[in-house]
């Protein structure tokens, strides 16, 4: 959530920086402080209301006292319309507070400015580019291609269990979908100090606000009828609100938390995208990593953040890129991103595996996350997350970029004691 008193102080460049995002948010600034002014004029004149009914409360038993009672019934009037007014208030505020919620939790972040101005994926800056494209001296096959031969993905089963966009794993593919997780959560937790979590896989609205997924994406998640519970689509959502409430001792920050989940995600919009094998999935698995820290320090954790994504594809040998997303490519809740794109042969192109985001205090706003100073401020954290990574996809470059003619695949060293075998090969 954007911060209202710095929306009221410098409305020109908060309606600036919203408007390298998206030009439409600069009306829906204005909207917002002038809900704001009404709703602080409501919130003084039921107050003022309240301290004037307060007054004449006290002076009617004191005229009464002295004897004065056709003075304390008049006043006695007074106060029952000064309360009636303030019913009648209260109920008004109730609508713009509403309203008031409503706005400001539909604007996202600000862009940080050194993010490039830009309003699509094609005016992402590429940063930088790690080891070289695989060359292959056959037509390299697409994943699903590959998977059908070794026999380790079963997409028609999945669809006659659950519908289109599911897969089942199945033998060597279920082991090297395991054995990724295994890896990406010994690395973290291992070399870069990330504390394991298993948290739940629903959570309520409260803690979906938190994080920025509702009220603007309800239509890309899973709702559970008649209850307040979702299906998380990252496990972004749960290991950040861990904290929501809380106000932590300084001396506890940074918090690093990794997890594996389930994520699940309708994939609204993006019909006809995808259609074929285990890119775009309702249903897929994720190594989540997420950084609870200072604020001074959070664009130094975000750098590391992504290094320590790009690990795991170092350690696995699969090429890939770093680029800096542009800000009409900005996702809700970021105030800077960096997407890190695995190559795939068979498209011939990048394809995004990890996203590493600052959110600076736009969530710790939302969900109440704070800490203690050494002055004794109470302060907002700096929350920011990025995969590590998404296996699926870690699982189609693999495949893709480890392909032999003869239709096996070779296994990277590192996932070798995982697996206990250096290759897949057809059956």
């Known amino acids: 959530m954007i911060d209202i008193k710095l929306v009221r102080k410098e409305p020109e460049k908060v309606k600036e920086l919203l408007s390298r995002r998206d030009k439409s948010y600069a009306a829906k600034v204005d909207e917002l ?10 919130i003084t004149e039921v107050e003022e209301l309240k301290s004037k009914r307060n007054k004449y409360s006290k002076e009617i038993g004191k005229l009464f006292k002295e004897g004065k009672r056709e003075e304390g019934l008049k006043l006695k009037e007074e106060v029952e319309k000064i309360s009636e007014r303030i019913v009648s208030l209260e109920k008004e505020l109730a609508e713009v507070e509403k309203r008031f919620e409503e706005l400001i939790l539909s604007i996202p972040n600000l862009p940080h400015p050194s993010v490039p101005v830009g309003e699509d994926e ?5 940063v930088r580019y790690w080891g070289e494209k ?3 001296s056959f037509e390299p096959l697409p994943h699903w291609d590959i998977a059908k031969e070794l026999d380790i993905l079963d997409f028609e089963r999945a669809a006659k269990l659950s519908g289109s966009r599911f897969v089942i794993y199945k033998k060597w593919g279920a082991k090297l979908e395991r054995a990724l997780i295994n890896f990406m959560l010994d690395l973290h937790t291992g070399e870069h100090g990330y504390e394991e979590i298993i948290p739940p896989f629903l959570v309520n609205t409260k803690t979906m606000t938190g994080t920025g997924q509702l009220p603007k994406f309800e239509e890309d998640l899973y709702k559970i009828k008649d209850e307040d519970l979702w299906l998380i689509p990252t496990a972004e959502v749960p290991l950040t609100n861990i904290h929501a409430g809380e106000i932590l001792p300084e001396k506890e920050l940074p918090k690093y938390y990794t997890a594996y989940t389930p994520c699940f995600r ?4 993006s019909h006809g995208k995808d ?5 775009r999935l309702h249903q897929f698995n994720k190594v989540e990593l997420v950084k609870i820290v200072h604020p001074d320090t959070s664009y130094e954790e975000l750098e590391k953040l992504v290094r320590e994504a790009e690990k795991v594809l170092q350690l696995l040998g699969l090429h890939y ?5 542009c800000t009409g490519d900005l996702g809700f809740s970021a105030a800077k991103t960096y997407d890190i794109e695995v190559w795939i042969p068979s498209q011939n192109r990048y394809r995004e595996i990890s996203s590493c985001s600052n959110c600076e205090d736009f969530q710790a706003r939302r969900a109440k996350i704070r800490f203690r100073d050494r002055d004794g401020k109470v302060r907002l954290v700096h929350t920011l997350n990025g995969s590590g990574l998404a296996v699926g996809r870690t699982v189609i470059a693999l495949l893709e970029q480890y392909q032999q003619e003869d239709g096996s695949v070779v296994i990277p060293e590192v996932l070798r004691d995982y697996l206990k075998t250096d290759r897949i090969t057809p059956e």
């Open 266 to 269: 309708k994939e609204a919009g």
């Open 134 to 136: 695989p060359e292959f």
């Open 275 to 279: 259609v074929r094998g285990i890119m």
């Open 122 to 126: 094609e005016d992402n800056v590429v």
């Open 33 to 42: 402080l002038a809900v704001d002014s009404e709703r602080r004029a409501l």
């Open 321 to 325: 890129r770093v680029v800096e997303l």
